[in-house]
């Protein structure tokens, strides 16, 4: 497969022959960081349509206009894993929605318990940390972002249908490893249906809420070992794990699509 420069993520509609617009923001990253001219090739894409060859056709200040040439990749399914977490400093959250964008997350609530600190995010910055970790890592869909909640809202809109892993730091909770393991042993198809991940704030969570949460049908409460994680950490090991065991860790990235880097 041809490599292209780079990939961008867009809402239109893709298909052979057709041409795109892109927005003000995304003509200047092609015009003043990568310098890119006409005719150079441009990975499309969006969960809807796959990924696909764009050419620019003319290339001005605030502006872009793509022919849509071939489909470089079909759409394709990925697994629906939600991360909740209770809001953290600034540059660790956005490493936090790097990473969960990466790590294949579909989407991103931030959750107000009784020990979060930070009070306030800014939803439109995640999201765009979001965006630019799905067109380097090969995704073809983008993390949604959520507005943020209390944990007691949360859980009353909750889904029952989605299981919840919920990162203990006390009480009874056996290994992540070994409890997904045991889930993939008695439910092959597990990792076809939705899940989420809940990571406490800085400070923990609060018994009760702990205590609280234990008590829903749709919990598991796990362990991440005898070390204390940052919150952001945490995070990151236990999407890791659940993606090794039941996700699609065990897949391979698309053979011939990494960009091309333009200084």
Same mark, same amino acid.
């Given at each position: 497969?041809?490599?292209?420069?780079t990939?961008?993520?867009?809402?239109?509609s893709?298909?052979?022959?057709?041409?795109?617009?892109?927005?003000?923001?995304?003509?200047?990253?092609?015009r003043?960081?990568?310098?890119?001219?006409?005719?150079?090739?441009?990975?499309?894409?969006?969960?809807?349509?796959?990924? !696909?060859?764009?050419?620019?056709?003319?290339?001005?200040?605030?502006?872009?206009?793509?022919?849509?040439?071939?489909?470089?990749?079909? &759409?394709?399914?990925?697994?629906?894993?939600?991360?909740?977490?209770?809001?953290?400093?600034? *540059?660790?959250?956005?490493?936090?929605?790097? +990473?969960? %964008?990466?790590?294949?997350?579909?989407?991103?609530?931030?959750?107000f318990?009784?020990y979060?600190?930070?009070?306030?995010?800014?939803?439109?910055?995640?999201?765009?940390?979001?965006?630019? *970790?799905?067109?380097?890592c090969?995704?073809?869909? =983008?993390?949604?972002?959520?507005?943020?909640?209390?944990?007691?809202?949360?859980?009353?809109?909750?889904?029952?249908?989605?299981?919840?892993?919920?990162?203990?730091?006390?009480?009874?909770?056996?290994?992540?490893?070994?409890?997904?393991?045991?889930?993939?042993? +008695?439910?092959?198809?597990?990792?076809?249906?939705? !899940?989420?991940?809940?990571?406490?704030?800085e400070?923990?969570?609060?018994?009760?809420?702990?205590?609280?949460?234990?008590?829903?049908?749709?919990?598991?409460?796990?362990?991440?070992?005898?070390?204390?994680?940052?919150?952001?950490?945490?995070?990151?090991a236990?999407?890791?794990? !659940?993606?090794?065991?039941? %996700?699609?860790?065990?897949?391979?990235? &698309?053979?011939?699509?990494?960009? =091309?880097t =333009?200084?």
């Amino acid at each position: 497969m041809e490599r292209v420069v780079t990939r961008l993520h867009v809402k239109d509609s893709l298909s052979q022959g057709a041409t795109v617009g892109l927005d003000a923001a995304g003509a200047h990253y092609l015009r003043s960081v990568l310098r890119l001219n006409a005719g150079a090739r441009i990975g499309l894409f969006n969960e809807r349509d796959g990924e !696909w060859l764009g050419v620019i056709e003319g290339l001005g200040k605030g502006w872009c206009s793509l022919e849509i040439q071939e489909q470089r990749r079909q &759409p394709a399914p990925e697994p629906d894993i939600w991360l909740v977490f209770a809001p953290i400093k600034r *540059s660790r959250i956005d490493f936090l929605a790097e +990473k969960a %964008g990466e790590l294949g997350c579909s989407r991103i609530l931030p959750v107000f318990t009784r020990y979060t600190d930070v009070k306030r995010i800014n939803r439109d910055r995640l999201a765009a940390h979001a965006k630019e *970790s799905a067109e380097q890592c090969e995704r073809l869909s =983008v993390t949604e972002v959520d507005d943020a909640v209390t944990l007691d809202k949360l859980i009353d809109k909750w889904p029952d249908d989605r299981r919840l892993i919920v990162c203990a730091e006390f009480g009874d909770a056996k290994p992540i490893a070994e409890t997904l393991t045991e889930i993939l042993v +008695k439910e092959p198809d597990a990792g076809q249906r939705p !899940w989420a991940v809940l990571i406490g704030p800085e400070g923990g969570f609060a018994e009760e809420e702990l205590e609280a949460l234990r008590r829903l049908p749709y919990v598991t409460p796990i362990g991440l070992g005898p070390r204390v994680l940052r919150a952001d950490t945490a995070a990151v090991a236990a999407l890791s794990c !659940w993606q090794a065991i039941l %996700g699609d860790g065990g897949m391979r990235p &698309p053979k011939g699509t990494t960009p =091309v880097t =333009v200084a």
